[in-house]
């Protein structure tokens, strides 16, 4: 039988990358999955492809959340995942700790720290008559480490890291049955990094260049990131919450160890 039959699963930010890899994996465990994003034709694509459901969704927007609570009052699992990064526009604002600026701090931490906020509130409403279900953020390795050149980033990830836990034990706190933990991916292939690599030939390159200091000298893929949040979300991590999986090709195991190197 599917790991997730019968379960019903909203992922946010899906229209793309891991999200979509999330939404195609839970479809494929046979959940229905809730397709959410600000993308709509992106997003619609995505729920036509797994056999899901569109709506829209700017998690940064109670109004939006509220609407999403009343078309789909309860849910088996919520995935968290929507985030940007700030350097998203054609001319990238500065997010060093010295030249950020205020409002460019803040709409990081709008989407990433906000939205997973609403997200969870959501999530333990919708799951309360049930008193069961899984909550999973996607956090960062930037939410273990500091990142000077992404300082809003790194701290709207580990502001992330934390409120995962806080959400797990008010849960358990409050004798619901609902699990809430975080992934931490590292260097995942997605269309943020297209902007960086580019298309030339140098590509390659590029990529190589990008990874490393990864033990595994390469990026992971949106698909196994999916997988974890497959074993998340199922009956199999039953006696997990709180808890933090990181998904980084060693590298913050040390130093890499790696033949030549």
Request: glycine share 10%; aromatic share 4%.
């Amino acid at each position: 039988m599917p790991r997730l039959s019968g379960k019903t699963a909203l992922v946010t930010g899906a229209a793309r990358g891991i999200g979509a890899a999330i939404a195609k994996a839970f479809a494929d465990e046979g959940a229905h999955v809730i397709v959410t994003d600000v993308d709509t034709d992106g997003g619609q694509a995505t729920a036509h492809a797994v056999g899901g459901t569109f709506a829209h969704l700017d998690v940064t927007s109670e109004a939006n959340w509220s609407a999403v609570a009343n078309q789909f009052p309860t849910m088996d699992i919520v995935v968290n995942n929507a985030g940007i990064t700030g350097f998203e526009g054609s001319v990238p604002p500065a997010h060093d700790p010295e030249n950020a600026q205020l409002a460019d701090w803040r709409a990081v931490h709008a989407v990433n720290l906000d939205g997973t906020f609403l997200g969870c509130r959501y999530a333990i409403r919708a799951m309360r008559p049930k008193g069961t279900g899984s909550i999973i953020n996607i956090s960062s390795r930037s939410g273990l480490v500091g990142i000077p050149m992404a300082a809003a980033y790194a701290s709207s990830k580990a502001a992330v890291r934390n409120h995962t836990k806080s959400v797990a034990l008010y849960c358990a706190g409050q004798g619901l049955n609902i699990r809430c933990n975080s992934i931490h991916p590292a260097a995942v292939m997605t269309p943020m990094w297209e902007p960086m690599l580019g298309n030339g030939p140098d590509r390659s390159e590029r990529e190589a260049a990008m990874v490393a200091d990864t033990p595994l000298r390469r990026f992971g893929r949106p698909e196994e990131v999916a997988a974890l949040a497959v074993m998340l979300a199922s009956d199999e991590a039953a006696y997990m919450t709180g808890a933090e999986l990181t998904i980084d090709g060693g590298i913050l195991a040390g130093s890499a160890a790696a033949p030549g190197s």
